[in-house]
């Protein structure tokens, strides 16, 4: 399985992105998809996931209210709504698939816990 994310983009503070991320080659149907963001000098952060079979989704605080992760099953698409932006939303954004998360259990949030990983998008926020 490979993971391909794309929609980053320069945009000024407040404004709106949509990232996506497709997954080509084998799927399953019992794994979790997530966003992680790292900025220069910081630790990668988890921003938002959602499980594949069920849906539940999980949010950073960072990122409630303004960030919605949703996914089109039929495409193997996943996708980050990203609305208000802020300067401090400047990061590289990866999506990745944890392929042992449990379908009715609620994503989970480490970054060491996800298997495969895209290759990130960069979001950049003006002020």
């Known amino acids: 399985v490979q993971l391909q994310a794309s929609g980053g983009g320069l945009v000024q503070a407040g404004g709106s992105l949509r990232l996506s991320c497709v997954a080509s080659?084998?799927?399953?149907?019992?794994?979790?998809m997530g966003w992680f963001r790292q900025a220069p000098g910081k630790e990668r952060e988890f921003a938002s996931a959602i499980t594949w079979r069920s849906g539940l989704i999980r949010s950073a605080d960072s990122v409630k209210g303004r960030f919605t992760i949703s996914r089109d099953n039929a495409k193997n698409a996943v996708f980050l709504q990203m609305n208000s932006l802020t300067p401090e939303d400047t990061a590289v954004y990866h999506c990745?698939?944890?392929?042992?998360?449990?379908?009715?259990?609620?994503?989970?949030?480490?970054?060491?816990?996800?298997?495969?990983w895209g290759q990130g998008t960069q979001v950049t926020v003006s002020s």
């Open positions: 990745a698939a944890d392929l042992s998360a449990l379908p009715r259990s609620r994503p989970r949030v480490n970054w060491s816990e996800y298997d495969l």
């Open positions: 080659g084998r799927t399953f149907s019992g794994y979790a």
